[in-house]
């Protein structure tokens, strides 16, 4: 590890706490990044010992400050990790291009972790992450919060019943994206709101003025720093049918969208992946929408279709799963007396809980790291299809594509000086 890494102030305060051991059933627990999905995942952890929160934001800082008056408060998760020893696990929910380093950190010291989706911002940085898990071997979840929920659950298992027969073709959607897109990077600069860390926020992207279509929220639709609409609900959509099918890695990806602005993500887009036959499963195409862009609802027999789902074309029928809410047969009439039997997946007790409990006992989590990081690459091969203009062939074994050179910036982007971690 650099000693780059340690670098900076990062330390904001340190507050009073009790000098006594936390109790033996509850984990030690610092958050990364505590304003907007950290703030729910926060909430969603506060049943254990908060004992440090990081964010480079100081009015997010603050406001998690009073609801944990007991944790100590850093600026600089590299500072954090380095000097406080009492951390048992970590809880990232930064900007997407900040996500992989400090995994890569906690993992390498033995930390649990859970992390927002998308795992990470590129194919190279998935591959690094699982390869770090799998040397750890701590508790590890990704933010795909519905994959613990009960109808995600039971639609996987309705596909893998059989029901619809052999699956060959896959359609997911989403509505996002609900921030700007398709657009060119803004001129000028700003003042650095007094507030903000802009070096730290920053991190590993390339450097940029601050400007407030950045941050908060807007960063999303950057390739700087977030993933697009794909990015961002891939591992939500397709998650469904990713996990039901066993997809595992493409052999190749398309995707076409919105006029191609070198900054930012398509206003809309479609995507192809190819899939190769697994075991006695077929091969499957996946075709992802998003922007408005949705398959014909005739698939399914109904009039229009929900904001955010997934459509399984089998040899027997279609599945339609509004996303983490229910799924449907179609056509109705040839399954009207289905049922699903022999249920093998367990009743999640939560995806916070699920992970907490994975920490203190060893159970198992179903959104592990394993599992998020093949799920994140697959889905991150479509950004860099759609950037480099043409139809990516990807060796899975390598993790290289085959057929160009155009797309290599794409799959792995360069850290700026003093981020890196290798």
């Not at 890494?5 to 990044?33: E, H």
Request: hydrophobic fraction near 40%.
């Amino acid at each position: 590890m650099k000693q780059s890494l340690s670098a900076g102030a990062g330390l904001l305060l340190v507050r009073s706490w009790g000098k006594g051991q936390a109790p033996s059933d509850k984990l030690n627990i610092a958050a990364i990044g505590v304003g907007g999905r950290g703030w729910d995942n926060l909430r969603g952890v506060a049943g254990e010992n908060i004992v440090a929160l990081c964010d480079v934001d100081l009015n997010h800082l603050a406001n998690a400050a009073k609801v944990f008056p007991n944790a100590r408060l850093w600026t600089d998760y590299r500072r954090m990790l380095e000097r406080q020893k009492d951390i048992d696990a970590v809880v990232i929910s930064t900007p997407d291009h900040t996500h992989a380093l400090p995994m890569m950190l906690a993992l390498q010291m033995g930390k649990h972790v859970y992390c927002e989706k998308p795992l990470v911002h590129t194919p190279w940085e998935a591959r690094q992450v699982r390869e770090a898990a799998r040397k750890a071997k701590v508790a590890t979840q990704m933010g795909n919060q519905a994959h613990s929920s009960e109808p995600l659950r039971i639609a996987v298992e309705v596909l893998r019943s059989g029901v619809i027969g052999a699956v060959r073709e896959v359609h997911a959607w989403s509505d996002r994206p609900i921030w700007p897109q398709g657009i060119e990077r803004p001129a000028g600069s700003k003042p650095v709101p007094p507030y903000l860390f802009w070096e730290f926020w920053l991190g590993p992207a390339p450097e940029r003025p601050y400007h407030d279509g950045y941050h908060p929220f807007a960063w999303r639709g950057w390739w700087d720093f977030g993933t697009g609409a794909l990015g961002d609900m891939g591992c939500h959509i397709i998650d469904t049918a990713y996990w039901a099918l066993e997809l595992g890695l493409p052999t190749s990806v398309e995707m076409e969208g919105s006029p191609r602005t070198p900054e930012t993500g398509p206003k809309a887009s479609r995507a192809i992946y190819e899939f190769p036959a697994r075991g006695n499963q077929p091969p499957v195409k996946l075709f992802w929408y998003d922007g408005g862009l949705k398959p014909d609802p005739a698939l399914v027999g109904e009039q229009s279709l929900a904001p955010n789902g997934v459509i399984c074309v089998g040899e027997k029928g279609a599945f339609y799963f509004i996303h983490a809410r229910e799924y449907r047969l179609h056509p109705k009439e040839r399954f009207e007396g289905f049922q699903l039997t022999n249920r093998t997946l367990p009743v999640s007790p939560g995806h916070y809980e699920e992970w907490i409990q994975a920490c203190k006992t060893g159970s198992p989590t179903y959104s592990n790291f394993e599992y998020a990081t093949t799920l994140t690459e697959a889905v991150l091969l479509g950004n860099a299809a759609y950037r480099a203009g043409e139809k990516l062939y990807w060796d899975g074994a390598t993790g290289r594509v085959t057929n160009t050179r155009k797309a290599d910036e794409f799959i792995r982007m360069p850290y700026r000086k003093g981020w890196e971690w290798w």
